[in-house]
């Protein structure tokens, strides 16, 4: 089960962090998606859980941050300089070993940039 919470609504230029607690078992990746209105669904980047590689999108390379705390089953997505293209539903997703897609999902955590 993934649960996303810190969602919310910020300006041009600030910062938000949401997080994704995670529980029953364990999985080789963590990635965060997002969709905005009328659009599809695009990754925003993975964290791979042991190791700690990460992937960004290009868009929001540099500004987003992929972290997590397995004392506390949860992980990060730290969003720096965020602009309006960045307003969607975030949501993370697991993929429970390297050949497998993302198999569990959270229900999402709302993100909104006002310009």
């Known amino acids: 089960q993934l649960v996303e919470s810190g969602g919310g609504l910020v300006e041009t230029g600030a910062s938000l962090r949401i997080s994704c607690v995670f529980s029953g078992g364990t999985f080789y990746k963590v990635a965060w998606f997002r969709q905005a209105p009328q659009k599809g669904r695009e990754l925003v980047g993975y964290?791979?859980?042991?190791?700690?590689?990460?992937y960004y999108r290009d868009s929001v390379l540099g500004r987003f941050d992929i972290s997590g705390d397995n004392a506390k089953n949860t992980v990060y997505l730290k969003m720096n300089n965020l602009k309006p293209d960045d307003t969607a539903v975030y949501y993370c997703?697991?993929?429970?070993?390297?050949?497998?897609?993302?198999?569990?999902w959270g229900r999402g955590t709302q993100v909104t940039v006002s310009s």
């Open positions: 964290m791979v859980w042991r190791g700690g590689y990460t």
């Open positions: 997703a697991t993929a429970s070993n390297v050949a497998s897609d993302y198999d569990s």
